[in-house]
C-alpha cells in the first residue's frame, strides 16, 4: 500500500521559514517523481515544486522559485520542502503526491491529475 504523510507544517511569520517533509510507505520513494502541491481556502489546487526520479531535475512554480527548495533523502525514504522568505499568500495546506506508475521525470506544468497518491497535507499559516 502506497502512502504519503507530510509533516512540518505550522504559523510563521512572514519572512519566516519552514521545511515540510513527505515520508513515503509501501514503495520506494526514490523511484518515484514526488510533487508538492497546495490549495487555499477558496482557491483550486496548484503545483507547487517537483522533483524528478532520474537525475534529481526539479520544478518549481513561478510563485515560488528563489523562495522554496525540493530535495529527497533515499536513506529516509522522504522528500523536503525547504519554504523561506515566506509570504502571507504561501498560506496553504500542502500536500506531497506520487504517480501510480514507476516515472522518471516532472510532468510538465506539474499537473495534478498526473498523480495518484496523496497524503493528507500539512497546514502551512504566514501571518503576523
Known amino acids: 500500500q502506497v502512502q504519503l504523510v507530510e509533516s512540518g507544517g505550522g504559523l510563521v511569520q512572514p519572512g519566516g521559514s519552514l521545511r515540510l517533509s513527505c515520508a513515503a510507505s509501501?514503495?520506494?520513494?526514490?523511484?518515484?517523481?514526488i510533487g508538492w502541491f497546495r490549495q487555499a481556502p477558496g482557491k483550486e489546487r496548484e503545483g507547487v515544486s517537483c522533483?524528478?526520479?532520474?537525475?534529481?531535475?526539479?520544478y518549481y512554480a513561478d510563485s515560488v522559485k528563489g523562495r522554496f527548495t525540493i530535495s529527497r533523502d533515499n536513506a529516509k525514504n522522504t522528500v523536503y520542502l525547504q519554504m523561506n522568505s515566506l509570504k502571507p499568500e504561501d498560506t496553504a495546506v500542502y500536500y506531497c503526491?506520487?504517480?501510480?506508475?514507476?516515472?522518471?521525470?516532472?510532468?510538465?506544468?506539474?499537473?495534478?491529475?498526473?498523480?495518484?497518491?496523496w497524503g493528507q497535507g500539512t497546514q502551512v499559516t504566514v501571518s503576523s
Open positions: 522533483i524528478s526520479s532520474s537525475d534529481g531535475s526539479t
Open positions: 503526491a506520487a504517480p501510480g506508475q514507476y516515472g522518471s521525470s516532472c510532468p510538465r506544468g506539474s499537473p495534478s491529475w498526473w498523480y495518484d497518491y
Open positions: 509501501g514503495f520506494t520513494l526514490d523511484y518515484y517523481v
